[in-house]
């Protein structure tokens, strides 16, 4: 099995950063891609960004484009999500994904349970 755990969320105020990490940990995977979904109150659950872990360009939502910055450390299997000039719009739960290979030609994609963001205006 994989899992994968999320840090770092909390409160801040509009135009605020925070700094999200998400590790993934289990016995003999590859990790291809790791990302970041939200979910706010009401609304369904929404991209935000994701990474390759064996090369290729990130991607992102328009919505935070220039704003968040998605990277990773492939020897830790961790992603991080830095946000800049939050929005109270950004408040949601934050998920983090990964697409692994966790047996030979097995692939899963795994969920963690999120963190919340809160933007206060």
């Known amino acids: 099995q994989v899992h994968v755990v999320e840090s770092g969320g909390g409160s801040v105020q509009a135009g605020g950063s925070l700094r999200l990490s998400c590790a993934a940990s289990?016995?003999?995977?590859?990790?291809?891609?790791m990302g970041w979904f939200r979910q706010a109150p009401g609304k369904e659950r929404e991209f935000v960004a994701s990474?390759?872990?064996?090369?290729?360009?990130?991607n992102y939502a328009d919505s935070v484009k220039g704003r968040f910055t998605i990277s990773r450390d492939n020897a830790k299997n961790t992603v991080y999500l830095q946000m800049n000039s939050l929005k109270p719009d950004d408040t949601a739960v934050y998920y983090c994904?990964?697409?692994?290979?966790?047996?030979?030609?097995?692939?899963?994609?795994?969920w963690g349970q999120g963190t919340q963001v809160t933007v206060s205006s």
């Open positions: 994904n990964a697409n692994v290979e966790w047996k030979p030609r097995q692939y899963m994609s795994v």
């Open positions: 289990g016995r003999s995977f590859v990790t291809y891609v």
């Open positions: 990474i390759p872990f064996s090369g290729g360009w990130p």
